[in-house]
């Protein structure tokens, strides 16, 4: 699912406007791309995108770290990532 990475790309980029090129692997919270303050808007744009609740309680740090993460965890079909 391209479109939901690229609005995830599209969130992070409107947040930090002077962010330059964004690696796959790149963590987003080390890096401060993505902070505590931004996490629970952060989790309802993916609810927004994939169309589904996310249960907090199966979602780890891990899971937002990265593109790559967050492809798997909430985009690729059949992961379980969200609750209807």
Known sequence: MQDGIDAVV????????????????????????????????FVLLIEELTGAEIDMDTVTRN????????ERRFFTAGTGQATR
Do not use: F, M
């Not at 599209?10 to 931004?38: F, V």
């Not at 899971?63 to 967050?70: G, K, M, N, S």
């Open 10 to 41: 599209a969130y992070l980029r409107r947040r930090n406007p002077e962010l330059g090129p964004l690696d796959p692997a790149q963590d987003l919270i080390d890096s401060r791309i993505l902070d505590s303050l931004a996490i629970v808007e």
């Open 63 to 70: 899971d937002l770290r990265t593109l790559q993460a967050i």
